[in-house]
């Protein structure tokens, strides 16, 4: 391959990776799709490609599409174990950031809930969303009607929007505040307090510490308030497990004000925050090595501000 052809596709490397992880919802596999994807450029005939970027994005969606419709993927999906990889504030594969749409698309709630879409839907609420294509654009790129991709669009924005907890873009600085106040809740053990800092219809879910065959759930506040008092209490038994006592740094992950444990430099867990009128919605507790390890990585290249919480 010559080398203008590599350089065609590596000025679509980011945007393909960012699509990609949108449409999966995982880096891992957004990276075999990227790679996928430059094995098709690589054999294409692209003498006959009169539009590369073009190309390259039609590709690379069908092979997510490929990949959502395995077998493989639905099992794991279905099996109540999957939740959307983390990804640190300033990762590339976190895409096109500009408007309000592009970033609820990367959210982590926002991924979550368009594993009930349809593949198809998914693709094409994405394209339209996060990367502003038309719909006679995603229409090529689907193989279908520029009239059905209006229709998938206008019933992914709907079960997305009808299904979204919150949804009002949260000033960083007070979404951060308000979770300072509620990790020193946790950490004080004053649970009533906790409890006045979630909505009524608060959500947690969590993998178990990496640990749990399926994703432990909890709702009402009173026991997300002991879910949350529990999993920051200290104890001896979770030291051994994760190597170590661990500090607490705040971070912005996906978008959302995060806390991360960290043991010297790496990455032991993280738990995401949804804040809506000046409350915690939702949180997600994420361990397993897997899925953290992006995280876990970039992390390592990070300046963080002093921890929140340097002994427990």
Not at 16 to 23: F, G, I, P, Q, V
Not at 150 to 176: I, K, L, M
Not at 194 to 220: E, H, I, K, P
Not at 234 to 251: D, I, M, Y
């Amino acid at each position: 391959m010559d080398s203008i052809a590599i350089d065609r596709f590596e000025a679509s490397r980011n945007r393909l990776a960012s699509l990609a992880y949108r449409l999966l919802g995982s880096a891992a596999d957004a990276e075999d799709a990227v790679q996928d994807t430059f094995l098709r450029w690589q054999a294409a005939d692209r003498e006959r490609v009169e539009v590369p970027e073009a190309w390259l994005t039609k590709v690379a969606t069908n092979l997510c599409l490929d990949r959502l419709r395995s077998a493989r993927a639905r099992h794991e999906r279905t099996a109540g174990a999957w939740l959307p990889e983390p990804l640190l504030e300033g990762d590339p594969m976190l895409g096109p950031a500009d408007t309000f749409e592009q970033r609820e698309s990367v959210s982590l709630a926002v991924l979550t809930l368009m594993e009930r879409l349809s593949p198809v839907e998914r693709a094409a609420y994405v394209l339209r969303e996060a990367f502003s294509y038309a719909h006679a654009e995603i229409g090529a790129i689907l193989d279908i009607t520029e009239s059905a991709s209006a229709q998938h669009v206008h019933r992914a924005r709907r079960r997305v929007t009808a299904e979204r907890r919150g949804g009002a873009e949260v000033d960083p600085a007070s979404a951060r505040r308000i979770v300072e106040e509620f990790l020193a809740a946790a950490m004080s053990g004053r649970t009533e307090r906790l409890v006045a800092m979630l909505t009524a219809d608060v959500t947690a879910l969590s993998d178990g510490n990496g640990l749990a065959r399926r994703l432990l759930r909890f709702t009402t506040p009173e026991r997300v308030a002991s879910y949350v008092r529990a999993g920051f209490k200290p104890t001896e038994a979770k030291r051994r497990l994760a190597g170590g006592s661990p500090v607490f740094h705040l971070a912005r992950v996906n978008g959302s004000p995060a806390v991360l444990a960290v043991i010297e430099d790496r990455v032991v867990g993280a738990v995401t925050f949804e804040v809506s009128d000046g409350k915690i919605a939702s949180l997600r507790g994420i361990a397993a090595a897997d899925r953290i390890a992006r995280l876990g990585a970039a992390w390592r290249r990070y300046e963080p501000d002093a921890p929140v919480i340097s002994a427990w």
